[in-house]
Nanobody, 120 residues
Framework: QVQLVESGGGLVQPGGSLRLSCAAS????????MGWYRQAPGKERELVAT???????NYPDSVKGRFTISRDNARNTVHLQMNSLKPDDTAIYYC??????????????WGQGSQVTVSS
């Protein structure tokens, strides 16, 4: 019904920057939430950033001020600009989409995952 294709992962040194992109296709509803979750080895999946189709954003304190999420609604694409990266940011990053405007839990649609490694 909805497909999410990610791009932009890679290896970066501490303090560096990386930009992830996620393109959605299929039956996209007008009111929706798109965003990113990540999972590091030995840790549970956690919210990174979300943005609704009407412009509301949400970030946890761990990334606030360093990461910025943006959307191109006409192209059904979401971007995550990651600056001042730390080794603790190392994880697999998953794009997510759900109908409505509730960002408190993820939707049923997931991207394939993008490996982000922050290491010297």
């Amino acid at each position: 019904q909805v497909q999410l294709v990610e791009s932009g992962g890679g290896l970066v040194q501490p303090g560096g920057s990386l930009r992830l992109s996620c393109a959605a296709s299929g039956s996209i509803l007008r009111l929706n939430v798109m965003g990113w979750y990540r999972q590091a080895p030995g840790k549970e999946r956690e919210l990174v950033a979300t943005m609704t189709s009407i412009g509301n954003t949400n970030y946890p304190d761990s990334v606030k001020g360093r990461f910025t999420i943006s959307r191109d609604n006409a192209r059904n694409t979401v971007h995550l600009q990651m600056n001042s990266l730390k080794p603790d940011d190392t994880a697999i990053y998953y794009c997510n989409c759900r109908a409505g405007l509730d960002w408190s839990r993820p939707g049923d649609y997931w991207g394939q995952g993008s490996q982000v490694t922050v290491s010297s």
